[in-house]
């Protein structure tokens, strides 16, 4: 790419993860302008298309989380301006972001994926086929936001109330004792997977923002077959969805080293607790070096990439 194109960085936006968005961008832009790039930093907002075509970008670098940015919406846009940009395609980031859809779409690939029970704001609290405890979380929100761990059932409503303040649509699963997991994806290739100790009591958003309050372990300490199992779902998971660019799988593996895959990241973290980068510096290739490979897969029209 010349050194003359103006690289947008799109980032903060107006979702629950705007403050985590800011920090992936602000990394984002400063490894583009070590690199001797164009850079425009863009704070999305409602006029992000007339900022668009103000600031005269030619490469949209999308930095944003959570709604608005991870959902399809900002890449439907991108798609409209005929501006090419990074990440996933529309059709893909709207599916990775619905976690009720990702998970059928699991299914019919035969990706195993936890025993989920979807609940709307209209309905009651269900009668759940299985015990608990029980992870109640939102459909559509990531870092872990609304989540809880329900170890009673009295304990459910609340828990269910608070995933619904960020979402409409709620998911209960089985708490799944095990490993966490979390395989990096690049250009169609598993760069490897990375196992995460929490001092929290799950994987939550102190865990995952807060420097010291996770334990990061790469590669995973699974047994030989076992990670090249999880490097396989990683993809399987990645491909089910029509991805493209870079992404990050998160998965569980039971104490029986079953792995189940929970979700797939489309637009993962660059923060400096990210979990791509981090994977990616331990197979020897720097942030920026990473940076600039997710620029090169910048394109349009990614549903008929394949």
Same mark, same amino acid.
């Given at each position: 790419?010349?050194?003359?194109?103006?690289?947008?960085?799109?980032?903060?936006?107006?979702?629950?993860?705007?403050?985590?968005?800011?920090?992936?961008?602000?990394?984002?832009?400063?490894?583009?302008?070590?690199?001797?790039?164009?850079?425009?930093?863009?704070?999305?907002?409602?006029?992000?298309?007339?900022?668009?075509?103000?600031?005269?970008? %030619?490469? $949209?670098?999308? *930095?944003? &989380? @959570?709604?608005?940015?991870?959902?399809?919406?900002?890449?439907?846009?991108? +798609?409209?301006?005929?501006?090419?940009?990074?990440?996933?395609?529309?059709?893909?980031?709207?599916?990775?972001?619905?976690?009720?859809? %990702?998970? $059928?779409?699991? *299914?019919? &690939? @035969?990706?195993?994926?936890?025993?989920?029970?979807?609940?709307?704001?209209? +309905?009651?609290?269900?009668?759940?086929?299985?015990?608990?405890?029980?992870?109640?979380?939102?459909?559509?929100?990531?870092?872990?936001?609304?989540?809880?761990?329900?170890?009673?059932?009295?304990?459910?409503?609340?828990?269910?109330?608070?995933?619904?303040?960020?979402?409409?649509?709620?998911?209960?699963?089985?708490?799944?004792?095990?490993?966490?997991?979390?395989?990096?994806?690049?250009?169609?290739?598993?760069?490897?997977?990375?196992?995460?100790?929490?001092?929290?009591?799950?994987?939550?958003?102190?865990?995952?923002?807060?420097?010291?309050?996770?334990?990061?372990?790469?590669?995973?300490?699974?047994?030989?077959?076992?990670?090249?199992?999880?490097?396989?779902?990683?993809?399987?998971?990645?491909?089910?969805?029509?991805?493209?660019?870079?992404?990050?799988?998160?998965?569980?593996?039971?104490?029986?080293?079953?792995?189940?895959?929970?979700?797939?990241?489309?637009?993962?973290?660059?923060?400096?607790?990210?979990?791509?980068?981090?994977?990616?510096?331990?197979?020897?290739?720097?942030?920026?070096?990473?940076?600039?490979?997710?620029?090169?897969?910048?394109?349009?029209?990614?549903?008929?990439?394949?």
């Amino acid at each position: 790419m010349p050194s003359i194109e103006k690289i947008g960085v799109l980032m903060g936006g107006v979702s629950a993860e705007r403050a985590v968005s800011l920090k992936s961008g602000d990394a984002i832009t400063a490894a583009l302008r070590r690199l001797g790039r164009n850079v425009q930093p863009i704070d999305v907002d409602a006029e992000i298309a007339q900022t668009l075509r103000a600031t005269q970008v %030619s490469t $949209a670098f999308i *930095a944003l &989380h @959570g709604g608005g940015g991870e959902d399809g919406s900002i890449q439907g846009l991108l +798609e409209t301006l005929r501006i090419p940009y990074t990440g996933s395609g529309v059709l893909a980031s709207a599916l990775g972001m619905d976690k009720e859809q %990702s998970c $059928a779409l699991f *299914a019919h &690939h @035969g990706i195993p994926t936890p025993h989920s029970v979807f609940v709307t704001q209209k +309905e009651a609290a269900p009668t759940l086929p299985f015990d608990f405890p029980v992870i109640v979380k939102p459909v559509s929100q990531g870092s872990s936001l609304g989540v809880t761990r329900v170890l009673r059932a009295d304990a459910l409503e609340e828990a269910m109330a608070t995933a619904f303040a960020l979402d409409a649509r709620i998911m209960i699963q089985p708490y799944i004792t095990g490993q966490e997991v979390q395989v990096g994806i690049l250009q169609e290739t598993p760069l490897g997977a990375i196992e995460i100790r929490p001092k929290t009591e799950f994987y939550d958003y102190t865990a995952k923002y807060v420097p010291g309050m996770s334990e990061h372990l790469f590669p995973a300490l699974l047994p030989p077959e076992v990670y090249q199992r999880v490097l396989s779902l990683g993809l399987a998971a990645h491909q089910a969805l029509g991805c493209s660019g870079a992404s990050r799988v998160d998965l569980l593996v039971d104490q029986e080293m079953n792995p189940y895959v929970l979700e797939v990241n489309t637009l993962p973290g660059m923060t400096e607790t990210s979990l791509l980068p981090e994977i990616a510096r331990h197979v020897g290739m720097d942030f920026d070096a990473l940076v600039l490979q997710i620029l090169s897969t910048a394109g349009l029209d990614k549903t008929r990439r394949r």
